[in-house]
């Protein structure tokens, strides 16, 4: 077992050193993709005093969003539900501390274009994108958006990219909400997920789930570089 105080106050000293934030992944993503949904953290480990996140529920039942220490998930119908703290997650990522930057994302920017966005910012202020994970947040108004949620497994240790060929997706003309998430590396073992993925709230919580595609209409956009802690083991 960890210290989980331990854990906290090695946070915070790596952020006094490096001025960068941390992202803790608890468990290896490969073990997911593979089609173990067991419970790898609870809700209140892996979100308590987090600045957001982003994973998915033990046994698919639903994808998971956390924003300032609120998480919910979206089950199967698309409707999100809060979960409570000593709830189990097969996998989750979270970020914390760090500085909060600005990240100009103009009308018309799609999926793609905020990736090019982030490694603009990355290459601008010195950051090999190979080398760190940017946590995102998107606020405001979307055109376009395609959210996506997944449903249980049919069978036992069905693989994550079968449950995703019979995913429910969701989608609406205009959308109000926050979009939060990660940019890993293009490049990595099978322990991250590469890229940028982000899951979304809507504003009034009737909406939400793993992001596909959108247009940003009117938002504003933050990023912060952290570090990649590794993943748990448990
Ligand atoms: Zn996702």
């Given at each position: 077992m960890f210290d989980e105080g331990l854990i906290r106050a090695r946070r915070r000293l790596h952020e006094i050193v490096s001025g960068h934030g941390s992202v803790a992944q608890s468990r290896a993503a490969d073990r997911l993709f593979a089609?173990?949904?067991?419970?790898?953290?609870?809700v209140a480990t892996e979100?308590?005093?987090?600045r957001l996140g982003l994973g998915v529920m033990h046994d698919l039942e639903g994808e998971v969003v956390s924003r300032h220490g609120v998480t919910w998930r979206i089950p199967v119908d698309g409707r999100p539900v809060r979960v409570g703290p000593n709830e189990g997650m097969a996998f989750a990522m979270a970020a914390h501390g760090g500085r909060r930057h600005e990240l100009g994302l103009p009308s018309g920017t799609n999926f793609a274009g905020v990736a090019g966005a982030v490694d603009r910012y990355l290459a601008d202020t010195d950051h090999d994108h190979a080398q760190v994970v940017c946590a995102l947040e998107i606020a405001g108004q979307f055109d376009e958006v395609v959210l996506r949620t997944v449903a249980p497994?049919?069978?036992?240790?069905?693989p994550l990219a079968e449950v995703i060929d019979h995913e429910r997706r969701f989608t609406f003309s205009t959308w109000h909400g926050s979009m939060v998430g990660f940019r890993f590396?293009?490049?990595?073992?099978?322990?991250r997920i590469p890229g940028l993925h982000l899951h979304g709230i809507s504003t009034d919580e009737s909406s939400g789930g793993h992001v596909r595609s959108f247009i940003a209409s009117s938002v504003t956009a933050f990023v912060w570089v952290d570090e990649v802690q590794s993943p748990g083991e448990s």
């Open positions: 089609g173990d949904y067991s419970t790898s953290v609870t979100f308590a005093g987090s497994p049919e069978y036992q240790g069905e590396p293009d490049a990595v073992d099978g322990t």
